[in-house]
């Protein structure tokens, strides 16, 4: 699943956190726009096996100092997504041809 974020983080998106209750993922972290959020919004809820159904719980606008003179302002977000495990239909249309193994009840 982390590689599967790493593709789909679009560049000028910055994580703090990502956070896992059962099947929700929360992520949080720092985007250069509300543009870059809005495209790692659109990579999960269409690229991803992995992460489905994304939705925005919080975007904040922010300024931060990038030297003694120059502030930039920031975007900082909260995202949940619902985990998945990605079926071998998901798995040929992304390339790698790998399959997760299914989970059998009763065995570890």
């Known amino acids: 699943m982390l590689d599967e974020l ?43 096996p992995w992460l489905t159904r994304p939705e925005l719980v919080e975007i904040v606008s922010a300024s931060v100092s990038v030297s003694n003179r120059e502030q930039r302002r920031v975007s900082n977000f909260t995202i949940r997504a619902t985990l998945t495990r990605p079926t071998a239909a998901n798995t040929a249309a992304d390339g790698t041809g790998t399959v997760a193994p299914a989970a059998v009840p009763g065995k570890v």
Not at 9 to 21: A, N, S
Not at 25 to 46: C, D, F
């Open 6 to 48: 790493v593709k789909q983080l679009p560049d000028g998106i910055y994580l703090r956190t990502m956070k896992q209750e059962n099947q929700s993922v929360l992520l949080t972290g720092t985007a250069q726009s509300q543009e870059r959020v809005s495209e790692l919004l659109r990579n999960l809820a269409n690229n991803s």
